[in-house]
């Protein structure tokens, strides 16, 4: 009998525990609005699958309770492809998850991205890479960083290739 009761409370324990460590989901802090600066590397169609490196600017804010934030607009400059593409999907849904170190880094995800260059046929393919993809991101709170780990793969045989923005004015807990 006593046996059953310690099972049932370690149970009940376990249960608990389980649940209120659910319960502490990530959470944006900060300033709202935002703005995040970096680069970003794509590849596609109107690249014939070679890496293109741009200048970026996301323009965002923190949505309430803080569990995503939205990337409203997204800027891309630069010279050749950079100043081409048409962004789409707006806004971005920037929703990070899990941390991997007790609070440092977070590991999350970008939802609805997407964007299409028209292109010049016959020199220049279109891209159509408009999605809307969900893309995996990390998160750095040390140095404000967003990035992705590895290439992500987005609709029309397009890659987002490597992305580190900054943004000084949030955070994730």
């Known amino acids: 009998m006593k046996n059953n009761k310690l099972v049932s409370v370690i149970g009940a324990l376990a249960i608990g525990l389980g649940i209120s460590g659910m319960a502490s989901a990530a959470t944006i802090t900060g300033s709202s609005p935002f703005t995040a600066t970096g680069t970003i590397g794509v590849s596609g169609p109107s690249s014939f699958g070679a890496t293109v490196n741009c200048s ?7 949505n309430a309770g803080g569990a995503s934030a939205n990337i409203n607009t997204v800027t891309v400059s630069g010279s050749g492809l950079c100043a081409l593409p048409t962004i789409t ?8 998850s899990t941390t991997t170190d007790g609070g440092e880094t977070w590991l999350g995800t970008v939802s609805g991205v ?13 891209s159509n890479c408009a999605g809307p993809t969900t893309i995996n991101v990390q998160w750095t709170n040390s140095n404000s ?25 949030i955070s994730v807990n």
């Open 89 to 96: 999907g707006l806004p971005w849904t920037l929703t990070p």
């Open 56 to 62: 970026v600017v996301f323009n965002g804010t923190i």
């Open 145 to 169: 960083t967003l990035r992705v780990t590895s290439a992500q793969a987005l609709a029309g045989n397009c890659n987002i290739r490597s992305l580190n923005v900054q943004a000084p004015a």
């Open 114 to 126: 997407g964007f299409t260059i028209a292109g010049a046929p016959p020199l220049i393919p279109a």
